[in-house]
């Protein structure tokens, strides 16, 4: 077991100056696997003074000088991803094959893309008789959370450099030996010191002390919309800008006329990925109410297929979910959710057979599920879905929008233009159109409470900018 006593900080990896330490355990084994400090308002002070004294030069850089490091880093993410998507696999449970493929391929997808956007971009024009500058915003704050680790990181940390930012990461508590692994890849990359920082540490500690430092400029967060909340208040008082990317509770809706097995199939695999913890999960299938029993029928059968298991061997779909807390949570919403007359359908709270140790779930459907449960109100991060019927078009966009969350969602219909017409009227950052696919440069981001900004492509730069106008 690896015990580690730094932090990244000033371009080194110094002795942390916190006494406690964070344990990290293995969601599929239980074990500890390895332990990080629990750093606090100290270990934040020295990262953001470090991150600080690096801001002005930094910003200073050109293009070019930020695309080299920046080019060596995404180098250093492609060399280094099975090393990364393993790291993955012992501290969150990702299966190996979609944390090879995703929880460290897509990071690499993303830092690829801020190469071309950065190469590209036009940090001036002119406007009537002034000049408009696009500047960076000063130290950024990001604070990440643990279910795509790494991906979260870089949705920020890439871009907020490629923007002329400096950085204080703060990672979650469950998963920060993947970010210890890219602090470490930013240093082989050759940034100058203190242009990126790493503080591990818990979230009422290190994570509010970094969001209430008068040093930094912008708070960038990723998770739960409790914890996004408080966050804007601290910024706010210190009138720092945030981006918050918080729950969700998006809808899959089934217009009359699709190809109800593919929809739901593809809907039952959307929300058994990653053991159900994405928070654009289409945790909520509307299905019109003459064709309720049939997507009910293939819903079973399609998440009969998610056998639980071990996440080192390939041939496993789906893993643990993170740890104790999570496990007993999700739990609670499935028994919940029959207490309030849910059907169940396959799955249930019970542990999956076979499983005596690791933080398992079966994967569960839950049909009759009507709106106003708790089951399709509040985000469940684990792998159950809930089967909705609806009467009429009009209908389905009501339940659609009745939750107070807005990240994403799923439109299936006879045709493209059906669909996008519905999803228009959704109140949501992101739609899928007929199962069309993820795209790394669309911007990401939520509606009502699921946050504030949007990341990834060119949106999710811009949101490390700020704008100066000189007036000739
Ligand atoms: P999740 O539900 O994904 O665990 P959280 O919102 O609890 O999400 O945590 C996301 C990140 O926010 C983690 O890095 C966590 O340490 C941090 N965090 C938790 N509480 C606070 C807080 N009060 N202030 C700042 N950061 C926090």
């Known amino acids: 077991m690896q015990e580690y006593s ?8 110094r002795p942390t100056l916190a006494a406690e330490s964070i344990a990290v355990l293995n969601p599929a084994t239980e074990q500890v696997i390895a332990s990080v400090p629990a750093g606090g308002a100290e270990d934040v002070d020295a990262a953001v003074r470090a991150a600080r004294a690096a801001a002005r030069a930094w910003g200073a850089t050109s293009r070019e000088e930020r695309l080299a490091p920046l080019t060596r880093l995404r180098d250093g993410l492609a060399a280094r991803q099975q ?8 501290e969150l449970g990702s299966p190996i094959g979609f944390a090879t493929a995703v929880q460290a391929g897509l990071p690499l997808g993303v830092a690829g893309s801020y190469l071309d956007i950065l190469a590209g971009y036009e940090f001036e024009e002119r406007v009537g008789t002034s000049t408009v500058f696009a500047e960076p915003a000063g130290v950024v704050a990001a604070i990440t959370p643990w279910n795509y680790p790494l991906h979260q990181i870089v949705a920020k940390v890439v871009p907020a ?20 692994l890219f602090a470490q890849l930013v240093h082989e990359a050759g940034f100058p010191a203190g242009v990126f920082n790493l503080v591990t540490g818990r979230g009422p500690d290190a994570g509010a002390a970094l969001a209430a430092h008068p040093g930094v400029d912008l708070v960038s967060f990723t998770g739960s919309t409790a914890v996004g909340r408080r966050i804007a208040e601290v910024a706010g008082r210190g009138i720092k800008r945030v981006a918050l990317e918080l729950g969700g509770k998006s809808a899959n809706v089934v217009l009359p006329g699709a190809d109800l097995t593919r929809a739901v199939n593809v809907n039952v695999a959307n929300v058994v990925a990653n053991s159900g913890q994405t928070c654009s999960a289409w945790t909520r299938l509307l299905v019109h109410e003459d064709q309720y029993e049939e ?10 297929k998610y056998v639980p298991g071990d996440p080192t061997e390939s041939s496993t779909g789906l893993g643990p979910v993170v740890n104790a807390k999570q496990r007993e949570r999700v739990r609670g ?21 076979g499983l005596a140790q690791g933080y398992y779930v079966r994967p569960t459907v839950l049909a009759d599920v009507t709106p106003d449960m708790a089951v399709a109100q509040e985000e469940v991060f684990g792998p159950v879905l809930s089967i909705l019927a609806y009467r009429d078009e009009e209908h389905a966009l009501e339940i659609a929008n009745g939750t107070e969350y807005g990240l994403a969602g799923s439109v299936w219909a006879a045709d493209d233009e059906t669909a996008a017409a519905f999803a228009r009227r959704m109140d949501t950052g992101q739609v899928h159109i007929n199962g069309g696919r993820f795209n790394p440069l669309a911007p990401f981001g939520g509606y009502k409470k699921s946050g504030v900004g949007r990341e990834l492509g060119r949106h999710g730069l811009e949101e490390f900018l700020q704008t100066k106008s000189l007036q000739f």
């Open 295 to 304: 997507a009910v029928a293939i819903a079973a059968k399609a998440a009969g």
């Open 6 to 13: 730094d932090q990244y900080i000033g371009g080194e990896w």
């Open 161 to 180: 450099l490629a923007a002329g930012c400096t950085v204080v990461l703060k990672p979650a508590e469950d998963t920060p030996l993947v970010a210890r």
């Open 83 to 90: 090393e990364m998507a393993e790291t993955v696999v012992a």
């Open 333 to 353: 919403y499935i028994t919940g959710a029959l207490a309030e007359g849910a059907r169940l359908v396959v799955g249930g709270a019970e542990a999956p057979e």
